[in-house]
């Protein structure tokens, strides 16, 4: 079973739509967790972390369900802009290794 | 925010040479720096993490005499891909976190292609 686990899509979407991704993470020991936002042939970049009471940044919403050991990601009012692959991302311990989910694509078209 | 540089950004080597891959850390002090590798439509996989002053810790899998890595400063590691052979071909990524640093951050990525 893979450590990090997403559905690799793709989510072909209209603008202003609302999408949601799922990760699920085997180690129940994981600390920290994170989305990361990759384009074609770029860098990952940090989208944000997920904390247990859950967060929001503008249009974006990410959730943490410990007990499930599930992470969510809500994007509202989708944007062309928003097309990329988002990566699920788990911190086992304290060595700052990062476990990267598979990706899952998103496609938002006009 | 704080930059992870890598360099050279793209590299095309014929199959049976060495490459050096650099990553450094431009404003800050990066104590521990991680590479990692992706292959198309595939995540990132770790391939080790690379401490300041100290051997590297490469992942299972992953050759350490094919991969060689040397951080000799707290702003520069370096990937050498020992004898590159076609199946090495891949997105190399380094990121950096640094003491002060609340997120990893990563470099711009080394496309390398072995012909």
């Known amino acids: 079973r893979k450590e990090v686990e997403q559905d690799p899509g793709p989510f072909n979407v209209p603008e202003g739509a609302t999408v949601a991704f799922n990760c699920t993470y085997s180690n129940s020991a994981s600390q920290s967790f994170f989305w990361y936002r990759q384009d074609c042939r770029k860098e990952p970049k940090l989208l944000m972390s997920?904390?247990?009471s859950g967060n929001e940044d503008g249009r974006f919403t990410a959730q943490l369900n410990r007990a499930s050991q599930y992470i969510s990601l809500l994007i509202r009012d989708s944007k062309l802009s928003d097309s990329a692959t988002y990566l699920c991302v788990v911190n086992m311990d304290s060595s700052y290794k990062l476990i990267f989910g598979s990706g899952t694509r998103l496609l938002v078209r006009p | 925010g704080a930059v992870v540089s890598q360099h050279p950004s793209w590299v095309i080597c014929k199959s049976g040479t060495s490459v050096k891959i650099e990553c450094r850390s431009l404003d800050f002090q990066a104590t521990t720096m991680f590479w990692y590798r992706q292959f198309p439509k595939q995540s990132l996989m770790l391939m080790a993490t690379s401490n300041e002053g100290s051997k590297a810790t490469y992942e299972q899998g992953v050759e350490k005499d094919k991969f060689l890595i040397n951080h000799a400063s707290l702003t520069l590691s370096t990937l050498t891909v020992t004898s590159a052979h076609p199946e090495d071909s891949s997105f190399y990524i380094c990121s950096a976190w640094g003491s002060a640093a609340y997120e990893q951050y990563f470099g711009p990525g080394t496309r390398l292609t072995v012909t």
């Open positions: 997920v904390y247990s």
